[in-house]
């Protein structure tokens, strides 16, 4: 298929608004741009900007993403824990009491003992840098991040099988002339509205397909359209995955010459799903077998007609016990049609969070270096100890992944003292109960937010922080294209950049290596620390990017314009060849009982981000997203005694949450779904569970064995 020129995207044109700040949203991972005008917080506006990506458009959180700059909640000063109470101090004496606890708590338990935990709603800067003050200032292994719960599975699976994990390893237009796209577990309607301008082709060509247990938006969409929805039971994917193949190879719609040339280990994944006839599959996952020949024929149709064909996975198919494995089967179902690495097709992941690409790459992970390096690997060590002027025996080895450092915390040998950059975890972590034990049981919490999140809530030390609009920084999207944040206001007084809090508590706590707290001397840092790695940023200047230029990583000296798709020439692998591995279908780690009948899922609804720390401060949004709700088919609310509009519990095995009963007729029976977004009583995680995949450490937030029953 010829390749349409990659669009530049200006990412400096304030030209349709002379006074403006081009920038980009504060929210997603499809980083939609946007200019602000006006003089301070209390007048600025939003105006959706042309980019590749969001060509003009904005979901209503981009719209209304100037409010939190000047909600009556926001955090101005420090504040510290006095009898048992949250009360305002200086920064002078809340950094003293950081710094004397992080002193403390290495004297008494050992480095390890001080953790940290981050976001992929950091700038690059600000995620490389606490990554550096992690193993450098607080010499601390234990390190980890939220992106462990959102893109770990994907990027597990894409490095096993291509080599490397970049989300999408083609530019989001390429997507936009394609007749068939296969969506995996993915709601893109609701969670990255203006990426659906990309599917109106397959959509309008009947090729658009999607795979979830409910009818979303997008689902609706692709029916609408005259595609497919392949409304599968939760955790049952690989099973799908592996009928797919199964067809596609049976039915002769696989690409031996491709198979051939540029895959190795066919015959292990084949001999797997071989067993999994289509017949098989209908009763394990509830997609009727015609449905998976057609899925089959219409990717293979669009391939073979050069049309473009693509394969896009997100959280539904890959927050799983089991995720990696599954994510790998879709990637074999891809190379089997030869899709990977050719132009107009290819298999990619719809990463999440702003930052969630960039925050993945530059060592706030806990077995990670800058570029994408692994912290086991001497040479990446070597390289990195020396941009930071240490010795390499100096640097810490890999810590505990998310869930297990959470875990930990206050235990015997676990971290006694965190620092939070970034996250909610009492809202969004799994088991979160259970979290907010472990995290109450610590010596010392510090929490740093621009809102009271319940996280912030619950620590011994606040620290106000900058947002978005208030500071210059970088963030890599969900096609690893590196943006500018640009500063459009200023912050209030009393709010200080983690640039700067981290110089200050290093220096407080004796650390003789400067950390710098200007964004732009932090990203040379980070070029020459990524240089030669995976991810590698060292032709990427801040000059290159205010001019305007559209630069994906890898770019180097050797790929100075850098590569805006890989896998043309070769994948990541030693060979060249992307790899099949062979996996097999598990299913959710907990199964159901007479006890527990149904399976709880859980996700995300339009209006509210993630935790709902900054949405739900929003009134426009609060007020359209309305309560914490679950959806039910009737006949299962009627099972449980529960009608349309009134509030139920849903019980786990760990918990109880209440939700108002929002009845669906396209549910599936077995299944209910509630949204993460809200706190308190209304928590979904009180219900989740940690069973963790082995390879990514991904806890299974989309699927665990619940019942619903009046509330009293
Ligand atoms: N409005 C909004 N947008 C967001 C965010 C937000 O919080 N709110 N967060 C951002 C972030 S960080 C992320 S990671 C992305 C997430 O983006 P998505 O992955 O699109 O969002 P989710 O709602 O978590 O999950 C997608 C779908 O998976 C389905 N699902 C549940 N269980 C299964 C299963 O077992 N198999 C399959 N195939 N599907 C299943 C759910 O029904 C849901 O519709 O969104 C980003 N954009
Ligand atoms: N049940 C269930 N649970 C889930 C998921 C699910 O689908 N189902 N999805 C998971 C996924 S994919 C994700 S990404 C996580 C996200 O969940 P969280 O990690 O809780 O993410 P946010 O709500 O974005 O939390 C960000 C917090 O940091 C603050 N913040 C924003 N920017 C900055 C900054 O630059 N610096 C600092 N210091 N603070 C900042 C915000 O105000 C907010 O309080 O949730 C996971 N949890
Ligand atoms: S889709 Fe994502 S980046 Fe675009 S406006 Fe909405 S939240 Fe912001
Ligand atoms: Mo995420």
Redesign the pocket.
């Known amino acids: 298929m010829p390749l349409s020129p990659v669009p530049a995207g200006r990412d400096v044109g304030a030209s349709d608004h002379p006074t403006g700040v081009a920038t980009h949203c504060a ?3 499809l980083q939609c741009a946007m200019t602000l005008t006006g003089a301070n917080a209390a007048e600025l506006t939003v105006t959706p900007r042309r980019f590749p990506t969001n060509r003009g458009g904005l ?1 209503q ?1 981009g719209w209304t993403s100037a409010e939190l700059l000047r909600t009556p909640h926001r955090l101005t000063r420090p504040l510290v824990r006095r009898d048992g109470e949250l009360v305002p101090t200086s920064w002078e004496d809340a950094l003293d009491r950081v710094a004397d606890g992080i002193v403390r708590t290495r004297a008494a338990y050992g480095d390890d003992a001080v953790a940290v935990f981050g976001g ?1 709603g950091l700038t690059n800067e600000k995620a490389y840098q606490l990554g550096r003050f992690a193993r450098v200032a607080l010499r601390t292994s234990q390190i980890d991040y939220n992106g462990r719960w ?1 893109m770990s599975s994907a990027a597990a699976a894409g490095i096993r099988c291509f080599g490397i994990d970049r989300g999408l390893p083609f530019p989001v237009t390429d997507i936009g002339s394609a007749h068939a796209v296969l969506l ?5 309607a ?3 509205p203006p990426f659906l301008s990309h599917l109106v082709p397959a959509a309008d060509h009947a090729g658009l397909m999607v ?4 009818l ?1 938006p997008t689902a609706a969409k692709a029916l609408d359209g005259g595609g497919l929805h392949l409304q ?1 039971r ?4 690989a099973a799908l995955a592996l009928g797919l193949i199964h067809v596609a190879v049976t039915e002769g719609y696989a690409d031996r010459a491709y198979i051939a040339g540029r895959t190795t280990g066919f015959e292990d994944i084949w001999a797997i799903a071989a067993q999994w006839l289509p017949e098989r599959v209908e009763r394990v996952t509830g997609v009727a077998t015609a449905t998976l020949r057609e899925t089959v024929r219409t990717l293979a149709r669009a391939r073979d007609t050069e049309r473009g064909a693509y394969l896009l996975s ?4 890959e ?2 016990a089991t995720g990696t494995d599954t994510v790998t089967a879709f990637i074999a179902l891809a190379l089997v049609l030869g899709l990977p690495g050719n132009p107009g097709t290819g298999f990619g992941t ?1 990463t ?2 702003g930052n ?1 690409q960039g925050g993945r790459e530059h060592g706030q992970k806990a077995d990670q270096l800058p570029g994408y390096r692994r912290i086991d690997d001497p040479a990446a060590r070597a390289h990195v100890a020396a941009v930071w002027g240490i010795d390499p025996e100096d640097l810490p080895g890999p810590g505990r992944s998310a869930f297990e450092l959470l875990d930990a915390l206050g235990t015997d040998g676990g971290p006694r003292a965190l620092l939070v950059h970034g996250s909610n975890p009492v809202v969004s972590a799994p088991e979160a109960g259970r979290v907010t034990e472990r995290l109450r049981a610590l010596d010392l919490l510090v929490v740093s937010d621009f809102v009271l999140s319940e996280t912030a809530a619950i620590a011994d030390v606040v620290l106000p922080v900058l947002q978005w609009a208030e500071e210059e920084g970088t963030l890599t999207n969900l096609e690893g294209r590196v943006l500018r944040r640009r500063r459009a206001v200023s912050p209030p007084p009393g709010c200080r950049s983690e640039l700067e809090i981290w110089a200050e508590l290093a220096s407080r706590i004796g650390c003789s290596t400067a950390f710098s707290t200007d964004p732009r001397e932090v990203f040379d840092e980070l070029r020459r620390a990524t240089a030669g790695g995976p991810a590698d940023y060292s032709a990427i200047t801040w000059e290159r990017l205010d001019a305007g230029e559209s630069l994906h990583w890898p770019c180097s000296a050797e790929r100075p314009s850098g590569t805006p798709r890989l896998f043309l020439d070769g994948f990541a692998t030693p060979d060249g060849r992307a790899r099949f591995v062979p996996v097999e279908h598990a299913g959710p780690a907990e199964v159901d009982d007479p006890d527990y009948p149904l399976v709880g ?10 935790s709902g720390a900054q949405t739900r401060l929003v009134d426009e949004l609060a007020s359209a997203a309305g309560e914490m709700f679950v959806q039910v088919h009737p006949e299962t609310a009627a099972r449980a005694g529960v009608g349309d509009s009134e509030i139920a519990a849903v019980v786990s095995r760990r918990g109880r949450t209440l939700a108002t009963v929002r009845l669906d007729e396209a549910m599936r029976p077995d299944v209910v ?1 509630l949204p993460f ?1 809200w706190a308190g009583d209304g928590r979904a995680n009180s219900l989740t569970h940690a069973a963790l995949d082995p390879t990514s450490r991904m806890p299974e937030f ?2 665990c064995a619940v019942r619903l029953e009046a509330a009293r």
């Open positions: 929210y997603c991972g979901c959180k992929g959102c995996l577990g993915a709601n893109p609701e969670t990255m795979a979830d247990p409910r979303t599968l939760p955790g049952t994917d997100a959280r539904g198919t927050q799983h719809l999440g969070q969630g899922t859980t996700g995300r609804v339009l209006q509210h981000y993630q779904f977004h989309k699927a």
